[in-house]
C-alpha cells in the first residue's frame, strides 16, 4: 500500500492543457474515483502516476519516492484498463501469470499467487478456461487477477467497467468494492459515470476542464458542492439551479417569480449581486405538503409539464414561466422549468396548475459570476435569524 500525492502538476500538449496544476493526496489504501466529464483530464491525470506520460509540470510521488520521471514497472502499480487485452491463445491460468512468468518467478510463487487471485476475483475451477469461452464480465476479472498477482502498491483502473452491460457493471462495482476491503490497497479509478464514483469509492476527485474541483467523499459532494460544476455533475437528475439575484429580503428570480427569504448580509451577499439557487429535485414540494418542512420558501406558481414514472418515485417537469426560453444546454432554469421529484402514489396529473415550495434547508447558494457555493442550506439566515451565516457556511474550512 502507498500513498499518491500529485504537486502541481501540469499536462500541456501543445495548445491544449489537459491537466493543468493539479494537486491530489490519495491517502494510503484509500478507493478515489476520478470523475468528469469525457475529455476532461481524467485519463491524462492517471497517466502521470502511471508513468505513461510524463508531466510537463509538477510531481508526483508513490509513496515517499518521487516517481515523476521512473518507467511504469518500477513505480509499484498494476492497471487494468476498458480495453481487456487477453492473451487468446493461453488459458486463464497463463494469461494471469504472464508477467510474473517473464520475470522468471518461482513456479510456486506463481501458483500460490495465481490462486489467491482467481480466489479473490471468484474464478475458482476456471484456470483452464480459454478467453473465448468465457463472458465479458470474467475476462474483465481475469484482467483484475493478473493486476492483483503483481501487488502493487497501487492499483490504477480507468473505465474497467465501460464495455460491460449495465446489470454487470452493477455487479462489478459490488465485487471492486469487496475486491479493495479485501487487498487493502490504493485504488485510483477512472470514470465518466457519477453514479459508479458515488457508489464505491472512499473520496471522489471531480475534474472539469483539466482542473481538481473538489475532492471529498460522495455524500460531501453531493450535499455541499464546492461549485456550480459539482453541483450540476454529481447527482441524477441533475440540481436545478434558478438564475437571479440577492434583494433585501433574500434571492429573487424573475423568470418564474421565485423567491427566497433569507438576509444577504448573513451570506455575505450584497444587495444586487448575480446568485444561482440551486435545488434538488427531491427538495422541491407540492405546497399542500408544505407544513412538513420547517423551513419552506414562499410558494411558486408553476403548471405540470411532463410526469416520468420511475417506479419508486415520479418526476415532474414543471414549467414556472411560460414565457422563459428552453435553452437545454444551459445548466441554469433560464428554461423557467422546475424538476420535482414525488412519491409513487401522488395524484398530480400532467397539464395542472399547482402551487412548489423549495426546502429552503437544502438550498444552495451560488455565486453566479464566480460560480463558487456561498452556502449550503439557509435555514439560519432568515431576515429575523440574526444567527450565525448558514448552517454550513461553504469555504470556510
Ligand atoms: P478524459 O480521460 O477525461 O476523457 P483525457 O485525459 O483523455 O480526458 O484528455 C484531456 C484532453 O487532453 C483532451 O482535450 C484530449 O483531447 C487531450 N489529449 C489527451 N491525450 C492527448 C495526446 N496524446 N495528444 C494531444 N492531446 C491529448
Redesign the pocket.
Known amino acids: 500500500m502507498a500513498s499518491v500525492t500529485l504537486r502541481d502538476v501540469v499536462k500541456r ?2 495548445d ?1 492543457t ?1 491537466v493543468d496544476n493539479m494537486n491530489l493526496d490519495i491517502e494510503d489504501g484509500e478507493f478515489v474515483c476520478l470523475v ?1 466529464p ?8 492517471m497517466e502521470t502516476i502511471a508513468g505513461l506520460t510524463i508531466p510537463t509540470e509538477g510531481t508526483v510521488h508513490i509513496g515517499d519516492r518521487d516517481v515523476t520521471n521512473l518507467p511504469p514497472k518500477d513505480r509499484g502499480i498494476s492497471m487494468v484498463f476498458q480495453n481487456i487485452a487477453l492473451f487468446p491463445h493461453m488459458d486463464v491460468y497463463d494469461n494471469i501469470s504472464f508477467g510474473l512468468r517473464l520475470r522468471s518467478t518461482p513456479k510456486e510463487e506463481i501458483d500460490r499467487r495465481v490462486e489467491r487471485a482467481s480466489d479473490i476475483v471468484q474464478l475458482e475451477g476456471m484456470l483452464d478456461r480459454m478467453p473465448d469461452e468465457m463472458s465479458g464480465g470474467q475476462r474483465q476479472r481475469v484482467a483484475i487477477a493478473r493486476a492483483i498477482v503483481r501487488e502493487p502498491e497501487v492499483f490504477l483502473m480507468d473505465e474497467p467497467l465501460a464495455n460491460l452491460d449495465a446489470k454487470l457493471r452493477v455487479h462489478m462495482r459490488t465485487e471492486l468494492q469487496r475486491l479493495h476491503k479485501e487487498l487493502d490497497t490504493t485504488i485510483i479509478y ?1 470514470t ?1 459515470d457519477q453514479a459508479e464514483a458515488m457508489t464505491m469509492s472512499d473520496r471522489i476527485a471531480v ?1 472539469d476542464s ?1 482542473e481538481l474541483q473538489q475532492i471529498d467523499p460522495p455524500l460531501t459532494c453531493y450535499n455541499e458542492p464546492a461549485n456550480l460544476f459539482v453541483a450540476g455533475f454529481i447527482g441524477s437528475p441533475a440540481m436545478n439551479f434558478v438564475v437571479g439575484e440577492a434583494v433585501a429580503e433574500g434571492f429573487h428570480s424573475d423568470v418564474g417569480e421565485i423567491d427566497i427569504e433569507f438576509d444577504p448580509a448573513n451570506v455575505g451577499v450584497g444587495v444586487g449581486d448575480r446568485l444561482t439557487a440551486g435545488i434538488r429535485p427531491e427538495d422541491v414540494y407540492p405546497a399542500e405538503n408544505a407544513e412538513n418542512l420547517a423551513d419552506p420558501s414562499k410558494p411558486i406558481r408553476a403548471r405540470t409539464d411532463v410526469l416520468e414514472p420511475m417506479g419508486d418515485e415520479i418526476f415532474i417537469y414543471l414549467v414556472t414561466d411560460e414565457d422563459a426560453e428552453v435553452d437545454l444546454e444551459e445548466l441554469d432554469t433560464s428554461g423557467g422549468q422546475l424538476l420535482m421529484s414525488v412519491d409513487p402514489d401522488s395524484e398530480i396529473e400532467e397539464d395542472q396548475e399547482m402551487e412548489v415550495v423549495l426546502d429552503r434547508s437544502k438550498v444552495h447558494l451560488f455565486d453566479s459570476d464566480t460560480e463558487e457555493a456561498l452556502v449550503h442550506g439557509i435555514v439560519d439566515v432568515g431576515p429575523d435569524a440574526g444567527g450565525p451565516a448558514g448552517q454550513e457556511a461553504a469555504g470556510d474550512d
Open positions: 500538449y501543445d491544449v489537459a468528469g469525457s475529455g476532461c483530464g481524467k485519463s491524462t491525470t477512472v465518466h475534474i483539466g
